[in-house]
């Protein structure tokens, strides 16, 4: 590997004319040689041999003059030396000097300087010079015990050199996986040998570990790099009203939402979930630890009644702030808050959550299949509104949302008023286009990609995706894993309290859905709410089947739509 010689020489040439008409070709025999011999030693001394045969007739000669193994060694420039003259003069020296390298080259003083430096030196000095589109003799490198270098340099503006620089690390000097570090106070380039960052095929989830902050989750390792090893992240909530989880089916939402499920129960947030019936089957597990009728998943009607116990429960908590003198849950005293912890939704499958078929308008309008697909268009409505207004109104009063969904395309229904107000965000899988990009993050030119050679390995890929998160450096991650009945042995260990009755009660529903179908002699007599409809979006002239339902439902209901009407047209 070493170009590092033993010796260190000076190389001394000379030419030596040939007698007229001498055959070259009888250099070979060792008489001439003989002969030669003595003539060059007659003539220049000991220790000199022939080099080469040149066509004018001379025969150069040299010898080696061993000199003291000095790390450097300055030469006088003649004065007709200029500066272009300095690859010439380099290519000169370093055939004198074998070993040796034109380090400075300084014409107007008369001098340069030659240093002893390894193949390797040579060689990583030239592909920087090369980079930095400057002189070789103008980059002073030397070599690193990790077997990278470092290199002085006059200048570096990390804008213009550093994709270059990352190239000569990555490609031409090193290979994927070494890095550069710049000293820029010292002008010093550090080019450091390095593994390409990966995952292993799981994390699992760190149980006992300290709870720093009720508002950090912990939910995986972010992906190191450049020297760094891969480090905890952390979904921190204390600034934002939450986050949204996106990829598609098996990359992995489940996994991290789970982890998340554990850590907001760990730090004793309440815990709500939202979810389309069939699908609900993979938050089973966590059931019993919801908020009291916090398990918004049997009925499209069971989800909008969870929500909005929880918005009841914020405007509560609002009157609270508004009477202790306070802006946000955070400066609440310690008592207070131990009695309102803070509430953590989970909607999963939104877009199931936020689906419903036309109404068949062509069907009488007491027909009860027309019936019921306005109840769910109705239904969806709410739940939309209310989905709505929690991020936007509740942060202050302890309540976090976090969705997850398989895309969050503009036609999925999530409105946008609602990405706005959830600022952490996560696409999970590895071969994400750069449309789901697009609809996944704020600013997706500014977040890492999963690296090719991480999606490339099936064990590393498994689970791997991309956190956007306030405050945070957009980073490529991988969730903890646990499973679902570790979670819950480490939940029943802490002594997470368990929910008397986790599915709202049918009187709860009733308050907050009101029926299309519910008979006259129900209640009070209808409301308002008669003269338009629900304003569903499917455009209908005419009003839906009366609603019957109890005047205060109505009502929520007539204040839900019009704050989402509002919300609507403002976005
Ligand atoms: N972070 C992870 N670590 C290890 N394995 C994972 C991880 N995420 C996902 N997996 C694997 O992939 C499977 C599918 O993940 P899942 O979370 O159910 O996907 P999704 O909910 O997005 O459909 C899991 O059952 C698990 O085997
Ligand atoms: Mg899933």
Redesign the pocket.
């Known amino acids: 590997m070493s170009g590092r010689r033993t010796r260190a020489v000076r190389v001394e040439r000379a030419q030596m004319r040939m007698p007229a008409g001498f055959d070259t070709r009888k250099l070979a025999d060792p008489r001439v040689q003989k002969v030669l011999a003595q003539r060059i030693s007659t003539n220049f001394g000991d220790g000199w041999e022939i080099e080469e045969a040149n066509n004018d007739g001379t025969l150069t000669v040299r010898r080696e003059v061993e000199i003291s193994d000095v790390p450097s060694i300055d030469v006088k420039l003649a004065s007709s030396v200029k500066l272009s003259d300095g690859a010439k003069k380099q290519s000169d020296f370093e055939s004198e000097y074998p070993g040796y390298t034109m380090t400075a080259f300084d014409p107007y003083a008369h001098h340069a300087t030659l240093t002893r430096l390894t193949d390797e030196e040579v060689r990583a000095r030239g592909l920087v010079a090369e980079a930095l589109q400057v002189k070789p003799w103008d980059v002073q490198v030397t070599s690193r015990a990790d077997n990278g270098f470092d290199f002085q340099l006059r200048s570096y503006v990390p804008s213009k050199h550093d994709a270059r620089i990352r190239e000569v690390a990555t490609e031409t000097l090193g290979r994927p996986g070494w890095y550069h570090r710049v000293d820029m106070q010292n002008m010093v380039l550090s080019i450091i040998p390095g593994d390409l960052p990966t995952f292993p ?3 699992p989830y760190p149980f006992g570990q300290s709870v720093k902050s009720v508002f950090d989750i912990p939910i ?1 390792m972010a992906l190191g790099g450049d020297g760094v090893p891969n480090r905890p992240l952390d979904l921190r909530l204390a600034d934002s009203a939450g986050g949204l989880f996106q ?10 939402v789970n982890a998340v499920v554990y850590g907001v129960l760990e730090r004793r947030h309440q815990l709500v979930i939202l979810d389309v019936p069939h699908k609900a089957v993979d938050f089973e597990w966590c059931k019993p630890y919801v908020r009291e009728n916090g398990w918004g998943c049997e009925s499209k009607a069971a989800a909008v009644t969870a929500a909005r116990l929880v918005y009841d429960e914020g405007v509560r908590r609002g009157k609270v702030l508004r009477e202790m003198g306070v802006q946000k849950w955070q400066d609440l005293p310690e008592h207070v808050r131990a009695e309102m912890p803070l509430i953590t939704i989970i909607a999963d499958e939104l877009t199931g959550l936020l689906a419903f078929d036309p109404i068949p308008k062509a069907l009488p309008r007491d027909h009860p299949v027309r019936v019921e697909a306005a109840q769910a268009a109705a239904e969806t409505e709410l739940l939309k509104a209310v989905i709505t207004k929690i991020p936007a109104e509740m942060r202050a009063a302890g309540i976090r949302l976090l969705l997850a969904t398989q895309q969050a395309q503009s036609n999925t229904g999530i409105p946008p008023s609602v990405k706005l107000n959830l600022p952490n965000r996560v696409l ?1 899988g590895i071969n994400a286009t750069k449309q789901a990009r697009g609809h996944a993050f704020a600013n997706p030119d500014s977040v890492p990609w999963v690296p090719e050679h991480i999606a490339a390995d099936a064990k590393a890929g ?2 791997a995706g991309v956190a956007e998160f306030e405050g945070q450096t957009s980073t490529v991650f ?4 646990a499973s679902t009945d570790d979670y819950l042995r480490h939940l029943e260990a802490l002594g997470v309290p368990r929910a008397a009755h986790p599915e709202p009660t049918p009187a709860q529903i009733a308050k907050h859905v009101p029926r299309l179908d519910e008979t006259e002699d129900d209640g009070p007599p209808p409301s308002a709410l008669d003269a338009g409809g629900f304003g569903a979006p499917d455009g209908r002239d005419a009003p839906e089947p009366r609603l019957r339902g109890a005047a205060a439902a109505g009502h929520q209901l007539r204040v839900a739509e019009a704050e989402h009407a509002r919300s609507q047209a403002a976005s």
């Open positions: 095929s799981a994390y995986g990829g598609l089916a098996g990359a992995g939402k489940s996994v991290s999970l498994r689970g991988k969730a903890f894993y």
